[in-house]
T-cell receptor, first 115, second 113 residues
């Protein structure tokens, strides 16, 4: 069964600092990878996704992620965060052979950006 | 506007009182799914539906039922809610089974006393 782990549960940083959130998954087959963001009181929104092709994926709001197949990782980055990036971030994996079209989520990382 | 809607958004109930959380999408998506979100556990799939009249269990189906009589609607039913079902629930849909980008509803926060 596939599983996803996010290394940091909480991250606190100041505006203009760089952000990197780690995500590792365990599944040996072909995967689709996602990062979702959940702003306070809101539903999940897709930040970016990787299906195939260039392993460096650019998403909305200046976020990007790099798929490193050999490390089973899909880390999220943003060079300079803003206060509005305060949110909870979820990495998710879909194994292409998985029953149920299920997205397996990591436990989430709460990011607090101090103004 | 393309969206997934859920109702109610907030619900407080008591143990054993049957309830239904509705989910509706206006994107003509074939695939729909229910997740629950609990702190530190991310989202876990409860049930999913590949199309009308086709439903199946996810990872945590115990205590829940679903139905898919129409393409746009996918209600989640708790026949006899218990306190361990206190959680934040999300409905999601995607165009096709296997088309993996899922769109999420706004969530329903359920408290069972």
């Amino acid at each position: 069964a596939q599983s996803v782990s996010q290394h940091n549960h909480h991250v606190i940083l100041s505006e203009a600092a760089s952000l990197e959130l780690g995500c590792n998954y365990s599944y040996g087959g072909t995967v689709n990878l996602f990062w979702y963001v959940q702003y306070p009181g809101q539903h999940l929104q897709l930040l970016l996704k990787y299906f195939s092709g260039d392993p460096l994926v650019k998403g909305i709001k200046g976020f990007e992620a790099e798929f490193i197949k050999s490390k089973f990782s899909f880390n999220l980055r943003k060079p300079s965060v803003q206060w509005s990036d305060t949110a909870e971030y979820f990495c998710a994996v879909n194994a292409q052979e998985a029953a149920g079209n299920k997205l397996t989520f990591g436990g989430g990382t709460r990011v607090l950006v101090k103004p | 506007e393309a969206q997934v809607t859920q109702n109610p958004r907030y619900l407080i109930t008591v143990t054993g009182k049957k309830l239904t959380v509705t989910c509706s999408q206006n994107m003509n998506h074939e695939y729909m799914s229910w997740y629950r979100q609990d702190p530190g556990l991310g989202l876990r799939q409860i049930y999913y539906s590949m199309n009308v009249e086709v439903t199946d269990k996810g990872d945590v189906p115990e205590g829940y039922k679903v139905s898919r009589k129409e393409k746009r609607n996918f209600p989640l039913i708790l026949e006899s809610p218990s306190p361990n079902q206190t959680s934040l629930y999300f409905c999601a849909s995607s165009l096709l089974y296997g088309y993996n980008e899922q769109f999420f509803g706004p969530g329903t926060r359920l408290t069972v006393l």
